[in-house]
Each structure stands twice: as C-alpha cells, then as structure tokens.
C-alpha cells in the first residue's frame, strides 16, 4: 500500500461521492470528470498505463462529455427546491451499505487471493496489439459490430420523434384548396374582373 | 492488508457509492452516472487482479477492461439517447414520474 | 260400372270445395258465399238426381242394384286401407233427399242470415256440413263413413255455437259435442272390432266386404263373452254411435240444448239429415244387425235392442214435448220422438220402413223447423209459444205450410206423407214376434205427437197475439233462459210491432217442401210399396186390394183413431179455450201439477245425468286430482327431496372438502401473486434495488459454497 495509491484512492472515492451527492447536475459530471480521472491514475499506478489512457480518452474525452450535453439538453424547468431524492432513498442507501460489507468482508476475509507483490508485467501497447490481434480478434470484431449498432441505435433513438398527426394535417390541406377556389369572395372578385374585361 | 486487498476495498466502496447514488437520486442522468461509476469500479478490479494475479503476462484482464471500456461508452450513448427520448416524451427525467415500465 | 257411381265423390267434394273457398275469402263478399254455397248444392243435387236415375234405371234387374268404387289410401304392413263409395238405393234415395232438403235449407237460411254479421262462417260451415253429410251417405267404408261422420259432428258443434257469445249457445255446443262422443266412442270400438275380425271395413267389395255374406256368416259363429254373437257385439257399439249422434234415449239430451244454434241449422242438422245420421248407420249396417246363424231375422238381439230403445225414446220424447213452451223445444223433442219411431222401424220392419219414415220425416221436420223459423222471424226473435197466438192471421202462407208440416207429423191419414210412413212402422211392429209393447208404445206415441202439435199450433196461430209491445220485459224466468237471441239478425227493423210475413225467399222453401210433406208418402203406401221395393230391389205392384186387407185396414184405422184422438184432444184443451195472456198456467198444468212438472222438466233426466253421470265425473276428478296431487305427487316430491338432499350432500362435500384446498392454494397463489407484482412497479430504481440485493445474496451464496 503506497501513499500515492492511498491518496488517489481518496480523491476518487471523495469525488466520486461528490458526483453522487451534489444537486447541480454540471456539479456532479465535473466531479464524475474528476472520479474518472483518478481511477485512470489508480491504473497508472497499477501498470496499467495503456488502459488508463484509455480510461481518459474514453472515458474523461468522451462520456463525460456526452453527459453534459445529456444534462444541457435535458434541463427542466422543475421547481429548484425539489427534493433530488427519488422516494424510498434509505432503503437504497441500506442496500447499498449492505452490499459494501459484503464485498468488503468477502475482499478482506478470501483466503484464496494471492498474497505477494509480482513483479510489474510488461504491458507495452505492442503486446496487447498482439494480443488483441490474434487471441482477442473475435471479441474485438464482436466489440466494433457492438459499437456500430449502439451508434446506429443512439442516434435513432435520439432522433426527433415524428408526430403522428403532422402527415395527415398535410393530407387534410388538399381540400381546403379545392375550397378556396370556389370561395363566394373569390368568384366575385373574378366575376368583377370579367364584367370590367367586357 | 495486501495491496490487492486495499485495491479490492476502493472497488467495493467506489461500487457502493455508484450504487447509492443510482438508487437513491431522481434524476435520471444521475442513475447513468452512478452506472458508469459502478462499471469503472468493476474495471478496478479486473486490473488489481491482472496487476497481483498469477499471469500478468496474458494480458486477459487488461483486455476485458479495454472491451468493457468499449461497451461502457456504447452504453453511455445509447443511455444518454434514451435519457433524451424519455425527456422528449414525458418532458421529464424524473424516474420516478416514469413507471410504465411493468406488465 | 255406370259414371255416375265412379264419380260419385264429386258430390260431398263440390260442397267441401265450396265451404273452403268461402274459408279463404273476405267476410264481407255475402253474396259470393251465398252463391257458391247455393251453387254447389245444386250442382250435388243435380249429380244426386244422375245418381238416383242411375238406380232407377238399373232398378228390378237381378237383386239390389249395387255398385262400388274405392281406391287405396294407406297401406299397413302388408294391408292396403281403403277408401270407397257405394252407390245402390239406399245411398241414392239419401242422397237426393240430403242434397234437396240442404239446398232448400241454404236457400232459406239467405233470408234468415241476411243481417247476420257471420254471414260467411254460416254459410261456411253449412257447406261443409252438407259435405260430411254426403260423405257419410255415399261412404262405402266404416273408416270413410267415421271420418265424415265426425266431420259432422264437429260442424255442427260449430253451428250450435254458431252465436258463440250466448253462454247458453257455448254450452250447447259443448254438451252437443261430448255427449255424441260418448256414442263415437263405441262405434269406433265396433269399427277397430270389425277390422280385427274381418280385416276389412269396406261394406260391399264383391263378396268380400264386411256387409256380405262370408263375413257374416264368420261373426255369426264366432261368440265372445256371454254367448253373445261377435256379430251383435259389433253391432250394439255401432248403434251406441247411432244412439249418440240420433239423440235416442240415454244420450238424447244434447239435441233440445242444440236448439240455440239458428233455426236454419236446427232444421238442416237436427231435424232432416245429421241427426238421421244415425238411423242410416243402422240401415246401412242392417245386414250386419239382422245377421243370424238362420239367415236374416227381425229378431236378433241386436235388432231387440234397436226397437227397444226406439219404442221407449218415441214416448219418452213425446211425453216431453207436450210440456215445452219453447217452439223449437217442442219441434226438437219431436224430432227425438220421430228418429225413435225410425228406430223402432228399422228394429222391427227392416231398413225400408225405417228409411221410409225418415225421408218423409226429413220433409216434413224441415219444414216444421224452417216455418218455426220464420214464426221467429216474423215475432222479433220471440220463442216462447205463450207469447205468440194468432199469427194466423199475420203469417198466411207460413200458417198453411206449417199446418201441413204438423199434419204431416201428427200422421193425419190418407193425405199426408207421416201417416203412411209411421203406419208402415205400427204395422211392422204389430207384426213383431217378440213384444207388442213396443206397438203400444209407439200408438201411445202417436197419439200423443197428434196432441201436442195440435197444441202448438193452436197456441201459435189461433187466438190473439199476446206478446205486443210487452214480451221483453215480462219475461217470465223460466222462459229467459232460452230468450236471448242474438240482438244483431232481427229482421228489417228493431221494433216490437205486429209479426209479420218473412220474404219471398224464405216462404219459397216452405213451399216447397210442404208439397213434398204430402206427396212423398205416396211412394210408400201399402197399395204401391214402391219405396220398400226400390230398396230391397224387388219390383213393386200397384195393388189396392192391400189397402183393404183386414190386417192392414185395421191398423190404419185404429192409428187413425189414435190421431184424431189426439188432434180432437189438443183443440179441445187448447184451441178451443185460447189462453188469454202468456203468464197464464197451462191446461194441464191446472189439471196435473206433478205430472206437468215432470214433463216441463223432462223426467229431470238433465239433473239425474248432473247427478250422477257429471257428479261422478267431478268426483272422479276430484279423486283423481287426490291421486295425483298427494300420491303420485307426493313420490315425485319425495324423489325430488332426495335428490335434493343428496345434491346438497355433494356440494357440501364439494365446497367445503375438496375445493377447500384447491381454493386455498388458488388464494395462496393469487395473493403471492399480488405481492410479486408489487415490486414490478415500472420504476427503474427498484429493479435496481432488487439487482443490489440479488448480488448480495449471490456473493454470500458464493462464499458459502466456497466454505462448504
């Protein structure tokens, strides 16, 4: 246990709390930035540098900022002083606690887990091309088919609904024309034209 | 404690926290947020293991986290559509004002 | 095989076309009614005279003239039943006398119907009475002549209670219907008895009919309960039909009743034809009647019965007749009296004499009850003979051919057809082996059918009217129940005024059949027998020497003594001293209280049959409603009860034993249901919740496996 993993661990865990707990929704993906940050130097200092690259990119670059964006479209003129607690919040809290334990005690109490320190792997990102490559090359298809459909489903999903009644109004406006061309007023004013012409 | 314990312990209580905060707040882009943050901790533990297990050379839990990472940004962006698409049809991210999702 | 007798079934067909045309058309359309009905009359007239010149012509050659014609209706087994006509000169001499006296008949009945709203239905029904009456004549088969013969039965229900509205017409009807019932039933238990013993209900079929000698000489020989001859069993049912239907003595009670119909189908149905129904079924099964191991005899026990029961009908009805005040009453005791004088005819001189009588008295009766008819009409709807008097005056033409109808009845001599008719039937039975008492019977019968028409007639034409402007409201009780005539015919106008004459069409059939009421009886005379010849097919002499033949001039004498007995009798009590006013007590009533009162109540045979017959009835009924409601209803209940308790034992048992369980678990299941469906809130956050603790329970179920 180094200290700089120790204070890492804190910084992410108290931001990661922050983004849990803040009322401003910008508040808590600025935080959420910052949790996910750390976790990316939690894996630096676990030598795991090319996921934490990642990590950033992915993670810090991108879905951070597609929550803000989330947040900015979604804005709602609710009323400001309303609870941010949907009802029944202790329970979960409870659950939540409860599932901490058990993780914890079961983390603390494995007689399983492997007790020393290795030595560090060499994980250059050569090595996991390789891997990636060859034994992984099924996943990584399976994963680039994943992404494709999520982008494609994303975007329709998001996409701007069609009102149902928007194509018959256009269908319902056919006859008015016809309407407007036997309009009394009309017919006068062509009536007027003719009895000027003769 | 071991290092992989102590890093076993920041998972659990990082999976805590995203838990409760996916539970326990309104809004739905909070829960999201408390997914991803339950995800991530999940990725912590994959690289604890892979750093103190017993073949770090193999390289497989790195590689999960990297999939998972994949996954976990495609989940974000179809989360975040259907965020917008629920907002566009309830005009709200209250989840508890949307409960038609039952029988 | 003449046409004639192949066709024959045209002439009760024509009639029944006629009624049912009349059935289908509007109510209104009188006189296309009348015309069919009139039209089809004369037409089965015209047929019946082809018919009865058929048999004259064919009359003296070998036996009785007799031809048959018939065709298959249904077949049984290996059977075919038939249906047939016959024509010889019984059916002949029928049938002109049946189709002449209904058109005659119809014809008057124009006149006295005309105002008549049901004018239709009358003649509808007329029509299809005169039918039935045709078919019985011709029928050649029992099963024919049984289906007519309640086809004539069910028509005149509906002419009785023609004025359905008066409750005293409904009731006539009804006791008319169910009383001749009782007699059907036995003449079709002679009928099913007939066919079982000879397989055949054909009278004449060339030798094997069930009227000839091969079967005869079967039933003869064959002898059922008592030592009684099959043949005479048969026969006794089939006159029990022909007691029924011609009102002779046990079941003669409904033919006064049937006096409420109007006086047109009084004439036609009880005077001339249905009523002589029955005293034709006789005639027609004589053969059967008069069947002996030694050939035909006047005295077989089925003959005995005959004459018995005529004798005492003719002075039972007579005696009756002298105490009724009701016009048609007296006419229709007469008419009782009259069938049981054929009767006793057909019993004691064969089919000749009895037929004789009722062809002359056909004439005679109708136009008795048709001139009664135009009294009627001509006294407002009066019919009480007290309150009439003196239409002699008023009514000539119905006077003079009245007078001859009752002369005729009465049987004045020399003049007039009755007198040679029941002197032919006194003759017989004077010369009956078995008993004279029924000659004395029907002597005293005599005298007193002279007495009391003598005393009708004095009571209706002679003296003065009694009833002018004061017959409605005085009515005297007893009289009321037979009053009340229908209010819609009065003829021409409402008022109480003076009688009048009837019209020219009801006055023409009066005529008519006055001069037939004394020719007819010249076909029968002792110096000219031509009717009993026609009928046996022997030629007939004119021989006058018969006339004064010691025997016979005797009992012409001697019944002539007894008519003018009788007519001096009557003119003396009641022509001579005219009653002044119509509540005055009668003549007889002053002299013999009791007696009177016994004839004015008819021997109170309708209240013994109340008594016994009806009480018995109701008593059977009431015991038999006993049976059925506490006895035989009781075992339902009973069942019904234990079905019920048994049913309930189940279902107890199904609902609180077996579906106990069922339920519970059901309930159990349903309510675990419910509570299940209670987390599926549709909010994410609990799936998410119930996710947290699954991952509890699922490390800790890990670690536990790991342990263990």
């Known amino acids: 246990m180094s200290l700089p993993f120790i204070i890492i661990a804190v910084v992410t865990l108290f931001a990661a709390a922050a983004a849990m707990i803040l009322r401003n929704l910008v508040h808590c993906a600025l935080s959420l930035v910052v949790a996910l940050a750390g976790l990316a130097a939690l894996y630096l200092t676990l030598g795991a540098q090319f996921v934490g690259f990642a990590q950033i990119l992915v993670y810090v670059g991108a879905v951070a900022i597609l929550i803000v964006f989330a947040v900015l479209l979604t804005r709602s003129d609710a009323t400001p002083n309303q609870t941010i607690l949907a009802p029944g919040w202790a329970i979960g809290i409870v659950i939540s606690a409860v599932v901490f334990a058990t993780l914890g005690w079961a983390a603390l109490n494995s007689t399983g887990l492997p007790k020393g320190t290795p030595p560090a792997p060499v994980a250059t990102v050569k090595n996991i091309g390789d891997v990636l490559m060859t034994q992984y090359v099924l996943p990584l298809e399976v994963i680039g088919l994943l992404l494709t459909a999520a982008l494609i489903g994303a975007v329709i999903i998001a996409m701007k609904e069609e009102s149902p009644n928007s194509g018959s109004s256009r269908r319902q406006s056919a006859p008015s024309e016809k309407l407007e061309r036997t309009d009394p007023a009309l017919r006068d004013c062509y009536d007027a034209k003719e009895g000027g012409r003769v | ?103 | ?708």
């Not at chain 3, 009785?160 to 008319?176: E, L, V």
């Not at chain 3, 059949?513 to 004119?542: M, R, S, Y």
């Not at chain 3, 018995?616 to 019904?640: E, H, K, S, Y």
């Not at chain 3, 519970?664 to 603790?693: A, D, F, K, P």
């Open chain 3, 1 to 708: 095989m003449t046409w004639i007798a192949q066709n024959l079934w045209l002439i009760p067909v024509l009639p029944l076309a006629a009624s049912g045309v009349i059935a289908v058309n509007k109510q209104r359309q009188h006189k296309l009614a009348a015309t069919l009905a009139i039209g089809s009359m004369v037409l089965a007239f015209l047929l019946s005279l082809c018919a009865f010149s058929a048999t004259l012509i064919h009359h003296g050659e070998s036996g009785v003239f007799r031809e048959v014609a018939g065709f298959n209706w249904l077949q049984f087994g290996g059977q075919w039943l038939q249906l047939g006509w016959v024509l010889d000169p019984l059916t002949a001499i029928m049938l002109v006398m049946v189709s002449f006296v209904s058109l005659l008949i119809f014809i008057f009945s124009v006149g006295y119907m005309a105002h008549d709203e049901n004018f239709t239905r009358f003649f509808c029904f007329m029509s299809l009475f005169a039918a039935a009456m045709l078919g019985v004549v011709i029928a050649n088969n029992l099963l024919l002549f049984f289906v007519c013969w309640e086809i004539v039965g069910l028509t005149s229900y509906l002419l009785i209670g023609f004025w359905y509205h008066k409750p005293s017409a409904a009731a006539a009807a009804k006791k008319a219907f169910i009383t001749t019932r009782i007699g059907d039933l036995g003449l079709l238990l002679g009928m099913v008895w007939l066919y079982a013993e000879t397989g055949t209900l054909n009278f004449y079929a060339d030798g094997h009919g069930c009227l000839e000698s091969s079967a005869l000489t079967a039933m003869v020989t064959h002898m059922t309960a008592a030592g009684m001859a099959v043949s005479t069993a048969i026969g006794l049912l089939i006159f029990l039909g022909a007691v029924g239907k011609s009102g002779q003595l046990p079941l003669h009670v409904w033919l006064p009743d049937a006096m409420e119909g109007p006086t047109p189908v009084s004439a036609l149905i009880h005077a001339a034809t249905m009523v002589a129904a029955g005293v034709f079924l006789v005639a027609r099964v004589y053969p059967l009647m008069s069947a002996h191991p030694e050939g035909a005899a006047a005295e077989t026990a089925a003959l005995q019965v005959v004459t018995w029961v005529g004798a005492l009908t003719a002075i039972f009805a007579a005696s009756v007749a002298v105490a009724q005040t009701d016009i048609k009453r007296i006419l229709a005791y007469s008419t009782v009296s009259q069938l049981g004088y054929m009767m006793l005819g057909l019993g004691v001189g064969g089919v000749a004499v009895g037929m004789f009588h009722l062809i002359t008295h056909a004439f005679f009766k109708a136009l008795l009850f048709l001139g009664s008819g135009s009294v009627i009409h001509g006294c407002h709807e009066e019919q009480d003979v007290r309150k009439m008097g003196g239409l002699k005056k008023f009514m000539p033409v119905t006077f003079a051919t009245y007078a001859i109808g009752m002369l005729a009845l009465a049987g004045f001599p020399l003049f007039f057809s009755g007198f040679w008719s029941k002197d032919e039937i006194l003759h017989a039975a004077h010369g009956w082996p078995v008993s004279h008492i029924p000659f004395f019977l029907g002597c005293a019968g005599a005298l007193l059918t002279a007495f009391y028409m003598t005393r009708q007639v004095a009571l209706v034409f002679f003296g003065e009217y009694r009833s002018s402007g004061r017959q409605s409201a005085h009515s005297s009780s007893k009289t009321d129940k037979h009053e009340k005539s229908a209010p819609t015919h009065v003829g021409g106008y409402d008022g109480k005024g003076e009688p009048h004459e009837s019209p020219a069409v009801m006055i023409v059939p009066l005529v008519i059949l006055a001069v037939f009421a004394i020719l007819l009886g010249f076909v029968g005379t002792p110096a000219w027998p031509w009717f009993d010849g026609f009928l046996n097919g022997e030629p007939a002499g004119f021989n006058f020497s018969k006339l004064t033949e010691s025997g016979t001039l005797g009992l012409m004498l001697a019944s002539a003594g007894f008519v003018f007995t009788g007519l001096g009798l009557g003119w003396w009590l009641y022509g001579k001293r005219q009653r002044k006013t119509a509540e005055e007590p009668d003549v007889l009533q002053v002299a013999q209280p009791a007696v009177f009162r016994l004839l004015e109540n008819k021997y109170f045979v309708d209240e013994i049959y109340d008594a016994t017959g009806v009480r018995f009835n109701a008593w059977a009924a009431q015991a038999c409603d006993f049976l059925d409601r506490w006895i035989w209803g009781g075992v339902v209940m009973l069942v019904t009860w234990v079905t019920l308790g048994l049913s309930s034992l189940y279902r107890f048992t199904d609902e609180f034993v077996v579906d106990l369980g069922f339920d519970t678990g059901c309930e159990t299941l349903r309510e675990g249901g419910g509570e299940m469906s209670r987390w599926q809130n549709g909010r994410v956050q609990t799936y998410l919740r119930v996710i947290g603790v699954a991952l509890v329970v699922l490390v800790l179920f890990l670690i536990w496996g790991r342990k263990t």
């Open chain 2, 1 to 103: 404690m071991t290092p992989l314990q102590g890093c076993l312990l920041v998972s659990a209580l990082l999976f805590a926290i995203g838990l409760a905060g996916a539970v326990t707040r309104r809004n739905a882009i909070l829960a999201l947020i408390g997914i991803e943050l339950m995800l991530n901790a999940a990725n912590l533990n994959f690289i604890a293991f892979w750093r103190y297990g017993a073949h770090p050379e193999a390289l497989s839990g790195m590689m999960v986290v990297i999939f998972s990472i994949a996954i976990a940004a495609a989940e974000a962006a179809v989360g975040l559509a259907l965020i917008i698409a629920i907002y566009r049809h309830y005009k709200t991210t209250n989840l508890d004002q949307i409960n038609s999702m039952k029988g």
